[in-house]
């Protein structure tokens, strides 16, 4: 902790008893000064003060500064800021003066208690007098820490009895006692703060609100029975929440959630209208579908019986003649559809029964479609209304669930994470801001000279700075008197005594220099322990252990335990060892000084308490604890250290976040267990057969409940609460946990993230371990190399300094400075000479990933279209290469070594060249001489011109667009090679020529790109090398085809797709963008890997060889524990055969098995299987037990929060901190698009920032004119969206089981809404003329109201059988999109989709990057487990049969759901689960068996690229989102902001003068966008501006520009730099301005106005005398003439 110097000042302490501090001569002073004042006591005088000085301001009418505010260190709830002082004993308790400003004026004072937190009461109105001795009691009572501490215990009781189902007898008393309690503090809170709702009074707080009404209802229960109105069931539990206002930060943290929540009601109307929208959509396309199922005729009149059962569906009660696949509770869903699902042979596909999923799953009416979508947006179990939806209306439709589960959940995430991340470092800021603020005010407290208090006391006190946390930096200031300098000399005194006394024990009793021979020993050990290679032998002892660990596995035979029991009690006594000899090295005193130390010597006390309580029973649980030894490993990994301290310093951050969580869980759970109590509504075990493990009916289950609720799964709990609680109690509860809770979790993961994305591999500290590990390595290595060169030496007989001079003129001639860092990872040549070279380039040399080294375009001249470097001009590489410039600047050593010859090199090099390798080799014998290369001429003129030919040939536009087009139909043809393929002779024919075809083509570029570039240049290229690979798999391809033998060769050939990236720049961008965010977080993948690994081995520990059942055959079903007990048990039960005692599919019998546990548990797919499994285990060889072993649950819990959530924000902030610095790099850009794209994402800000609509001329008839007037204003634009929610509205009202006369009425409303667009595109095409299809969005219009008109007449021409039911409904509904409309739509829905519009060029690269990853992962799922057998997840919708079904199978692992099903079925390998000697027809292939350790690999390698490729998409388009917010809130203007001052300029100045008059320049200031917007009234900020004006009063475009520009960005040297190039441009582009020169500016003519307005009123004032005067004068003698 940083500490700053001491400083020794001056201050005055207040006069005692007075009522406020007196200036120089006794004169009272204001209370306005923003310096801290003194702690004064407040007085009669004080609140007579206050009320006189409110007086006079009313009087005088003074405006208060209006940029006074509180002053956030002095706000209730804080503790006073040292500054003040110490609290002197007499002012504890007391009234005092109010410290802040802001209330000099709100008859309001401050209290303080012991530990100087701040109370705020008001002195006037509805409340005794403060100086009232009961008030005053009240008021000590409240402040004093230990009613607080009463309040909390009690709070903390009451908690405790409601997680409690039965209650003990003594409860009523309790509860009534606990009543007393709170009821007293009510009369104390409102006796103390007064009866008012402003500030500071008692209803002026709602948490005093809350608890008055909680208690109001709770006394009214006791006397009224309510208890069956489910609000007054939980209003008790609201308790629950006073713990928030008792923790100031829990205050502040809920105070910072409902700013975010504000921030995100635009993101929440956004989600809404487009919920609605696809919920329409959905309504109109799917309604009833899900009705349609598989009916088997019973006998009887088929005609008769059908046409009964479609004209009442519902009534159908006989579910047995159904069709039902085996172990699915609902019937067979099927559809009319050629891609539909179809009945087997004897079923008929009709509309009867209910719905699927005891009917809560359909689209029927408007609600149930928008809670499907709700559940479709949330990702909850979508695979099952997937695989309805495609079973009852056809595969065509993934398109809408694409949109909606992948694209549309995606953006809207990603928004709501983007403005929560706004918000949390908006929070930061203004936590810096207030921080630094508060050190600059403790400053100017201490360096203010004091000034006119000669004759008063002063006492010099220190002044310590200390740097304190975020949340409260606040610098300490001591001030205290006499007695307060005792007290603190006392204290002091007294801790110097406990730390001497500590002091002299430790050095008794812990620290050891007892003797010489004992000190020569210490010294000894010191010497051992510290030295490297034993941290080398301790950190191989902590890898080996860790391999033992990982061994543990079930079954294991007799040897295997014994050799880990053994191996065991040696790792252990290792362990031991170096904890006594530390000890001895450093003392007791200094190894518990270490933190790892401490840790060691726990692991080693567990291992001893272990190995001697072995034989005990009941403490097997010590065993999983042996998992912590691999974190051991941390204290060598300076990343485990980093990390770790990191997560530290966060949790200790935002403990308090994490503790509202944690209230808001227990809150829920309480909540539910009290309104949802499901066993007391209707009997669950009856509706399920079985007992329910997910229920309400205690305090466990309920907070289970809620967890799973968090975890993403709250769709079959909230069936569950259908049928039992009903739908109104269910919902508003759901609402709540969902949304409040998800809002913590987000809030708490982006807090996790920020503080990881400071993460730097580079800073990272080493400590000694670490270091003495490295100088081990370095030891080691250096003594093989010593070993290695020796060896050499002897082997080679060439002398060392012939070979040294071969080395060194190979080198100078042949590398340039530019290709050193790639020829330094070669070990041919270079070993001491360029070593300052690599580490120099090491961090841009990446020759061992798919980024080209810039060295090759320096050795031969390599086409646009195949190069890969970076941030590299054309022409530079041109220039340097040779290509397209002057022989004479071709250097003559950039041949490459593999090269026959360059385009411009000398002769006497192409042999060199040639025999470089045989001088290396063999000296210099068999070199060439000059005349054998005189005496070939020709031969040197061929070669070149062959490469001159190559090269052109390669990198010609047209055989590089060929190239790209073979690629692609290679890779297409692959989707062809299906299960059907044997059955299409033709297509197989032609594919087996295509390929061979295409490997020919493949083969011929290789050759030629070889002899254009040379080998080196083309094996150095990353792209080149997997073009080889492609070529290589090609032909094995080939072989395969040609061989039996060899046919399991043709399996790889989904390999050849890989060769797209190499062909399109824009999958190359991702690739190596991925590559760069990545690699740099392997390290921290580590660390999340060994996360795993410990919960892995504790989980083997835990429930291996518990997993295993006895299942009954025939049901399925598990065997009852009171029917089978154990393994033998199962066997001996016969019926026709042994029952199976069969273990679950996954289980923790063994590590890799806990991984995949793990997996499926961090993806929330078949994680209730594997609880459920865990949860019943009972152990090994025994029957499980239901909910026997209940509390394992708290493994799971912990694995999401230690083993999911953690490492998520671990790895997701240290890919985003990745992601800002290339991003910094490239100067702000995109990382993920292309050069040509950064152009294209330039040209749609500016498509964005332009007038969406064209402009159009006004007609000149006035009937047109009349009409355009019309259309265009915005009345007209608010009628047409009325008009299209109504028409929305209309689709909302129906249902699938509404009548016949409201089908007919819809009919009709339909047709009225398709007469009034008709008369709307009549009104625009008569208006505009022409100019009407020049705009795309009056396209999008014609082209609905001719589709519309063509749906209502089509049915009465084809049938209404041929016609979707809803088809103009949708047609009409397609307008819906006007919303989104720039410039006619609400402006929040444009500002909203605008990250997206402008990350859409990096989003479509991504894209295509997931697409081909899809498209090989589908060819290879294609080539094996096409012939899977059906079950669980694989079915007919979702199988590897064909390609598009490979597609829509892996869009579902895409979105993590329902993957599990699919690997249990491949799982599938055994005789008894599947028939490996099947017949498939049509094919040779037999069997319908999977391979478990494919399937395996196959679902885990997709699921980690999937993740990491749509954690990158979520970033780019958060930080979009950022980037787009911190333009808007930064003084700053862009392009945009200049292109839209000249659109609203035209506006204002239609004939194009360049000026306009100077009455509109409000109106003007007004229309701009920010930051030039000014709002009115603004005309005095404009006169001010001195803007120069022309005859007639005229104000110039460029003069009102830099005005403007000047008033947002300030005035300094870079702003004058800004304006000058602004006028430079603007008069190159409009040079003649000069026409018209300035007369005067705004503030002279508005001087001028003002004078000649002072002057009338003078001169009027002087005529009204005049005239006054005269006519006194002329009754005067009016009167003499009279007399």
Not at 504 to 514: E, G, V
Not at 742 to 760: E, G, H, P
Not at 884 to 904: F, L, M, W
Not at 1149 to 1177: E, K
Request: hydrophobic share 45%; glycine share 6%; charged share 20%.
């Amino acid at each position: 902790m940083q500490m700053l110097p001491l400083v020794s000042v001056n201050i005055t302490p207040p006069t005692p008893g007075a009522g406020v501090p007196l200036g120089p001569g006794g004169a009272k002073l204001k209370m306005t000064s923003p310096v801290p004042k003194g702690l004064v006591p407040f007085t009669r005088q004080s609140l007579k003060l206050i009320e006189q000085y409110i007086a006079k301001k009313h009087k005088e009418e003074h405006e208060e500064d209006e940029d006074l505010k509180p002053d956030t260190d002095l706000e209730v709830g804080k503790e006073l800021p040292f500054v003040y002082g110490n609290i002197p004993q007499g002012l504890v308790s007391e009234p005092l003066e109010d410290m802040d400003p802001y209330y000099q004026d709100q008859n309001t004072y401050v209290v303080l208690n012991k530990k100087r937190t701040i109370f705020r009461f008001h002195a006037t109105w509805c409340t005794l007098s403060p100086f009232n001795v009961f008030r005053k009691t009240t008021i000590k009572v409240l402040i004093h820490p230990l009613f607080q501490l009463l309040i909390l215990i009690t709070v903390l009781t009451d908690c405790t009895f409601m997680c409690l189902r039965n209650l003990p007898k003594w409860w009523p008393e309790l509860q009534i006692s606990l009543l007393g309690v709170y009821t007293f503090e009510i009369f104390v809170k409102l006796i103390a703060k007064g009866i008012w709702t402003g500030p500071f009074y008692f209803f002026g707080d709602l948490w005093n609100c809350l608890d008055f009404t909680v208690t109001l209802i709770e006394y009214l229960t006791l006397y009224v029975p309510l208890n069956y109105i489910p609000i007054f069931r939980i209003i008790r539990n609201l308790r629950i929440l006073k713990i928030i206002p008792l923790n100031q930060g829990l205050k502040s943290y809920v105070r910072i959630l409902l700013h975010c929540l504000k921030k995100l009601v635009g993101a929440i109307i956004f989600t809404l209208f487009f919920l609605n929208a696809f919920s329409l959509i959905g309504l109109g396309l799917f309604m009833g579908n899900l009705k349609h199922k598989c009916f088997r005729m019973p006998q009887g009149n088929e005609t008769e019986i059908l046409h009964n059962i479609t004209k009442h569906p519902c009534d159908i009660r006989d579910t047995e003649n159904f069709y039902y696949l085996e172990g699915n509770r609902d019937a067979l869903l099927c559809g009319n559809r050629t891609d539909a699902s179809q009945c087997p042979e004897g079923y008929v596909c009709i509309k009867a029964g209910g719905n699927p999923d005891n009917g809560y799953t359909n689209f029927d009416n408007f609600l149930w479609a928008f809670l499907a979508l709700c559940r479709l947006m949330t990702q909850d179990y979508p695979e099952a209304l997937y695989h309805q939806i495609l079973y009852a209306s056809g595969k065509v439709y993934t398109v809408f669930f694409i949109v909606i589960s992948f694209w549309f959940a995606f953006y809207v995430a990603s928004l709501f994470l983007g403005i929560l991340a706004l918000s949390y470092e908006e929070e930061k800021q203004t936590v810096a801001e207030k921080a630094k603020k508060s050190e600059s005010k403790s400053q100017h407290t201490l360096n203010e000279p004091q000034e006119g208090n000669e004759a008063a006391e002063t006492q010099t006190t220190q002044i310590e700075m200390r740097t304190r946390s975020p949340t409260s930096m606040i610098t300490s200031l001591n001030i205290s008197d006499e007695a307060t300098i005792r007290h603190e000399e006392e204290d002091k005194t007294c801790q110097k005594r406990c730390l001497l006394c500590w002091r002299k024990f430790a050095k008794m009793f812990l620290i050891w220099n007892c003797s010489p021979c004992w000190l020569k020993l210490r010294e000894f050990v010191h010497v051992i322990m510290m030295h490297p290679f034993t941290d080398l032998f301790l950190t191989i002892c902590i890898i080996v252990n860790i391999y033992f660990l990982a061994m543990t596995s079930y079954p294991m035979s007799d040897e295997t335990i014994n050799v880990l029991t053994i191996a065991n009690q040696v790792f252990i006594g290792i362990f031991t060892t170096e904890m006594i000899f530390k000890i001895i090295a450093m003392h007791p005193y200094g190894y518990f000084q270490v933190g790892w130390n401490i840790f060691d010597s726990l692991i080693v006390f567990h291992g001893l308490a272990e190995i001697y309580l072995a034989n005990v029973h009941g403490l097997g649980f010590l065993q999983p604890f042996r998992v912590l030894r691999i974190f051991k490993l941390g204290k060598y990994w300076p990343t485990f250290k980093i990390l770790m301290l990191t997560l530290n310093n966060s949790l200790a951050t935002l403990k308090d976040l994490i503790l509202l969580f944690f209230i808001f869980v227990f809150f829920s759970a309480v909540v539910g267990m009290k309104l949802l109590d499901w066993h007391n509504q209707v009997n669950v075990c009856q509706l399920y057969y079985q007992d329910p493990r997910w229920h309400m009916a205690d305090f466990f289950h309920s907070y289970l409940n809620v967890f799973r609720i968090l975890c993403g799964e709250w769709i079959e709990t909230l069936w569950d609460c259908f049928n039992t609680a009903g739908k109104f109690s269910c919902i508003p509860f759901y609402m709540m946990v969902i949304l409040i809770g998800n809002l913590l979790i987000l809030y708490l993961f982006l807090a996790l993230v920020s503080s990881f994305s400071s993460y730097n591999a580079a800073t990272t500290e080493e400590n000694d371990e670490a270091k003495n590990l490295q100088r081990a390595m370095a030891r080691i290595k250096k003594g093989i190399n010593y070993a290695l060169s020796k060896i050499l030496r002897k082997k080679q007989n060439v002398p060392k300094d012939t070979v040294d001079n071969v080395n060194d003129t190979y080198v100078k001639e042949n590398i340039s400075d530019h290709t050193l860092s790639v020829l330094s990872t070669t070990q041919d040549f270079l070993k001491d000479n360029n070593s300052s070279g690599t580490e120099k380039n090491m961090t841009e040399n990446e020759s061992q990933s798919l980024i080209l080294s810039p060295s090759v375009s320096e050795t031969v001249p390599i086409a646009s279209g195949e190069s890969d470097t970076e941030n590299l001009d054309n022409k530079e590489i041109q220039s340097k290469s040779g290509y397209g410039s002057s022989k004479e600047k071709v250097k003559p050593s950039s041949s490459s070594e593999c090269s026959t010859v360059d385009i411009a090199v000398s002769e006497e090099e192409i042999i060199y060249e040639h025999e470089k390798p045989k001088h290396l080799k063999n000296g210099y014998e068999g070199g060439s001489s000059p005349g054998q290369i005189n005496r070939e001429p020709k031969r040197r003129k061929i070669l070149p011109n062959i490469r001159k030919t190559c090269c052109k040939i390669v990198e010609n536009s047209f055989f590089v667009c060929f190239i790209g087009l073979v690629t692609l139909l290679s890779t297409g043809a692959l989707a062809f090679e299906d299960i059907y393929i044997d059955q299409r002779k033709t297509i197989k024919i032609l594919l087996e020529y295509a390929d061979m075809i295409f490997t020919y083509i493949f083969i011929m570029e290789m050759l030629l790109k070889w002899m254009a570039y040379g080998f080196k240049a083309y094996f150095t290229n990353g792209w080149y090398r997997l073009d080889f690979m492609v070529v290589i798999v090609f032909c094995l391809c080939l072989i395969g085809k040609s061989q039996e033998e060899l046919a399991p060769l043709v399996s790889i050939k989904f390999l050849r797709a890989l060769r797209v990236l190499s062909q399109f720049e824009r999958m190359k961008v991702v690739v190596r963008a991925l590559i760069k965010t990545t690699l740099p977080a392997f390290n921290v993948f580590l660390v999340c890997l060994m996360i795993w690994l410990a919960y892995s081995i504790m989980g083997v520990y835990l429930f291996a060889g518990k997993f295993y059942e006895c299942i009954d055959p025939i049901s399925g079903e598990r065997f009852p524990v009171d029917e089978v007990w154990n393994k033998s048990q199962c066997e001996s039960l016969v019926f026709n055969e042994s029952m199976p005692w069969e273990n679950a599919k996954l289980n923790f019998d063994n590590v890799g098995n806990g991984f995949l546990s793990l997996l499926q548990v961090a993806t929330f797919n078949g994680w209730l299987d594997i609880m459920y499994s865990a949860v019943d285990s009972v152990d090994v060889n025994m029957q499980p037990m239901f909910e026997n072993n209940i509390y394992m649950y708290s493994y799971f819990i912990g694995f999401t929060i230690l083993g999911l959530f953690l490492p998520l924000t671990m790895l997701v902030g240290v890919i985003i901190s990745n992601f800002n610095k290339h991003k910094t790099k490239q100067g702000g850009l995109n990382i993920f698009i292309t050069p040509k794209q950064k152009k294209l994402h330039h040209a749609l800000k500016k498509l964005i920032c332009e007038d969406s609509q064209k402009t159009i001329r006004r007609p000149r008839n006035k009937f047109q004119r009349f009409i355009f007037d019309l259309v265009t204003s915005q009345n007209f634009n608010i009628i047409i969206m009325v008009l299209i929610c109504l028409q929305a509205l209309t689709i909302m009202i129906q249902s699938d089981d509404q009548s016949p006369q409201m089908d007919a009425a819809l009919y009709w409303v339909d047709f009225v809404f398709v007469i009034l667009y008709t008369g709307e595109c009549v009104l625009k095409l008569i208006s505009f003329r022409c100019n009407y299809f020049t705009i795309g969005w009056n396209i999008f219009d014609f082209m609905v109201v001719f589709f519309s008109i063509t749906g209502l007449f089509l049915p009465m021409m084809v049938g209404y059988y041929l016609v979707h039911p809803y088809l103009v409904q949708l047609i009409l509904l397609s307008r819906i999109i006007h919303f989104l409309r720039p410039g006619k739509g609400p402006k929040l829905f444009h500002d909203l989709l605008l990250p997206l519009i402008l990350s859409f060029p990096a989003l479509l690269n991504i894209s295509l990057l997931i697409f081909l990853v899809m498209f090989i992962y589908a060819i290879f799922g294609m080539y094996q487990f096409a012939y899977v057998k059906k079950e669980a997840g694989i079915n007919d919708v979702s199988n590897f049969e064909t390609f598009g079904s490979s597609m829509l199978c892996l869009f579902q692992v895409t979105i993590f759901a329902g993957w599990d099903g699919m690997l249990n079925a491949i799982f599938n390998s055994k005789w008894s689960d599947c028939d490996p000697d099947k017949i498939n027809p049509g094919t040779q292939v037999r069997g319908d068996c999977g391979n478990p350790v494919v399937g395996i690999v196959y679902f885990v390698s997709y699921i980690l690229l999937a993740w990491l490729i749509i954690v990158n998409m979520y970033i780019v388009i958060v930080t979009e989102f950022l980037n787009i917010t911190s333009k808007k809130e930064a003084k700053t203007l862009s392009e945009d902001d200049f292109r839209k001052f000249f659109q609203v300029w035209k506006s204002f100045d239609p004939d194009g003068t360049q000026y306009i008059d100077s009455g509109k320049l409000s109106d003007f200031a007004a229309a701009l966008d920010p930051p030039l917007f000014m709002a009115k009234p603004n005309k005095g900020q404009l006169v001010a501006m001195d803007l120069p004006m022309a005859v007639g009063d005229r104000i110039h475009c460029l003069d009102i520009l830099l005005a403007f520009t000047r008033r947002v960005m300030g005035n300094d040297v870079k702003m004058e730099k800004i304006l000058s190039e602004i006028e430079s441009g603007f008069t190159l582009a409009n040079p003649f301005k000069i026409i018209y020169e300035p007369i005067t500016t705004t503030l002279k003519r508005k001087q001028e106005a003002v004078s000649a307005t002072i002057i009338q009123r003078a001169y009027k004032s002087y005529r009204l005398r005049q005239n006054d005067k005269n006519t006194s004068d002329i009754h005067m003698i009016d009167d003499d003439k009279e007399v």
